[in-house]
């Protein structure tokens, strides 16, 4: 079984700062590309960033220039560092990771249960 538990979500005024973690745990090999999401109430689920195994990342347009992700492979954690929040990056962030399992031969991707981030103006 693997499991991804994320933390750090909350409440900030804009222009606050909030660090979201997720941790990977289980019976992993590998971890590849790690990423976040969000999806706010009627939209869509978004990408906001990934981050490859080899620290390689991207970003949603959006959110360019005010946030960072990061990770820490021998913690099998990813990080998003949300600096110059706006309200409309409320949503609820999830992250995701491609994982190889002991004894599975092929990677799958799994979800963490969201957090929530609430920006208010």
């Known amino acids: 079984q693997v499991q991804l538990v994320e933390s750090g979500g909350g409440l900030v005024q804009a222009g606050g700062s909030l660090r979201l973690s997720c941790a990977a745990s289980g019976s992993i090999v590998n971890i590849g590309d790690m990423g976040w999401y969000r999806q706010a109430p009627g939209n869509q689920r978004e990408l906001v960033a990934v981050?490859?195994?080899?620290?390689?990342?991207n970003y949603a347009d959006s959110v360019k220039g005010r946030f960072t992700i990061s990770r820490d492979n021998a913690k099998n954690t990813v990080y998003l560092q949300m600096n110059s929040l706006k309200p409309e990056d409320t949503a609820v962030y999830y992250c995701?990771?491609?994982?190889?399992?002991?004894?599975?031969?092929?990677?799958?991707?799994?979800w963490g249960q969201g957090t929530q981030v609430t920006v208010s103006s």
């Open positions: 995701q990771s491609a994982i190889w399992r002991i004894g599975v031969k092929s990677g799958y991707v799994y």
């Open positions: 981050i490859s195994s080899a620290g390689s990342s």
